[in-house]
């Protein structure tokens, strides 16, 4: 069983940045796919970015397109989250979560692990 931990959130304000950190636990880190999502109060949960085994592809949301970049160290069982020119609208709880065959890398469905996530709150 794959444990997730995310850290890193916290209070920001508009234009600053943060770094989300996930940890893997559990499995064969580098034979996972990662993705971030996060999820605001009264929303539906939002892809926000993919990194493959290799981190040879990333995929991003389109609102956080240019901003965010997802990357990955396998030698330490950890992806990131990189946030630069944070807004208001990207207050929410970021999810890290991993899956080894994902038909559709935006689809939280088909993830098998997720981490309990971490807030991030942007103040503007």
């Not at 397109?65 to 160290?73: E, P, Q, V, W």
Request: aromatic share 12%; charged share 20%.
């Amino acid at each position: 069983q794959v444990q997730l931990v995310e850290s890193g959130g916290g209070l920001v304000q508009s234009g600053d940045s943060l770094r989300l950190s996930c940890a893997a636990s559990g499995g064969t880190f580098v034979n996972l796919l990662m993705g971030w999502f996060r999820q605001a109060p009264g929303k539906e949960r939002e892809f926000v970015a993919f990194v493959s085994w290799s981190a040879d592809v990333t995929e991003y949301g389109d609102s956080v397109k240019g901003r965010f970049t997802i990357s990955r160290d396998n030698a330490k069982n950890t992806v990131y989250l990189q946030m630069n020119s944070l807004k208001p609208e990207d207050t929410a709880v970021y999810y890290c979560a991993a899956g080894r065959f994902l038909s559709d890398v935006e689809n939280p469905s088909f993830y098998d692990f997720w981490g309990q996530g971490t807030q991030v709150t942007v103040s503007s």
